[in-house]
T-cell receptor, first 115, second 114 residues
Framework: EAGVAQSPRYKIIEKRQSVAFWCNPI?????LYWYQQILGQGPKLLIQ????????DSQLPKDRFSAERLKGVDSTLKIQPAKLEDSAVYLC?????????????FGPGTRLLVL | AQSVTQPDIHITVSEGASLELRCNYSYGATPYLFWYVQSPGQGLQLLLKYFSGDTLVQGIKGFEAEFKRSQSSFNLRKPSVHWSDAAEYFCAVSFYNQGGKLIFGQGTELSVKP
């Protein structure tokens, strides 16, 4: 079974530019998560989808971040415009169901550096 | 606010020695507890999880963890560390009726001496 796929793996941009990250979850997984992991910290949830609907985006900086999951499969996370503090690893995860005990499977992440 | 604390930022152990990584969480509803491992350039891999029942949980790669409700702790242990265990370890919790959202600790980096 293929795991969670993410691209690109690395991205370097200048501040005020825009960037997009792509995630393909495990086949059949209804729930998809985007986490931000700043260097030296644990991952922090940005947004959670159940199929193509948003379940939780309370910690998403909506003035610059947006995300979508069209057709309930792939997802895209966008930052526009980027700030220096957005430098981080962006992790995508998926689980088969929505629930507190469900195992989340993580992709390798996209490492973003904003100069 | 609900939080997870991993008191040790960095631990170094000798290969073959025992290991214990600490994790404490703030009081909340019934917690679901997880330990993940992250190797350089890799995503997070689940080592083990606890929901209920036996408070000693066995995981992959020879790891185990013990839930102690009275201490709000979920410490990770391994009796004999291998060089390949060098990585970052994250404790995480989720709570009932929060839809699966994981709250992570800041991580403990494990180095293994030959």
């Amino acid at each position: 079974e293929a795991g969670v796929a993410q691209s690109p793996r690395y991205k370097i941009i200048e501040k005020r530019q825009s960037v997009a990250f792509w995630c393909n979850p495990i086949s059949g997984h209804a729930t998809l998560y985007w986490y931000q992991q700043i260097l030296g910290q644990g991952p922090k949830l940005l947004i959670q989808f159940q199929n193509n609907g948003v379940v939780d985006d309370s910690q998403l900086p909506k003035d610059r971040f947006s995300a979508e999951r069209l057709k309930g499969v792939d997802s895209t996370l966008k930052i526009q415009p980027a700030k220096l503090e957005d430098s981080a690893v962006y992790l995508c995860a998926s689980s088969s169901e929505r629930g507190s005990g469900e195992t989340q499977y993580f992709g390798p992440g996209t490492r973003l550096l904003v100069l | 606010a609900q939080s997870v604390t991993q008191p040790d930022i960095h631990i170094t152990v000798s290969e073959g020695a025992s290991l214990e990584l600490r994790c404490n969480y703030s009081y909340g509803a019934t917690p679901y507890l997880f330990w993940y491992v992250q190797s350089p350039g890799q995503g997070l891999q689940l080592l083990l999880k606890y929901f209920s029942g036996d408070t000693l949980v066995q995981g992959i790669k020879g790891f185990e963890a013990e839930f102690k409700r009275s201490q709000s702790s979920f410490n990770l242990r391994k009796p004999s560390v291998h060089w390949s265990d060098a990585a970052e370890y994250f404790c995480a919790v989720s709570f009932y009726n929060q839809g699966g959202k994981l709250i992570f600790g800041q991580g403990t980096e494990l180095s293994v001496k030959p």
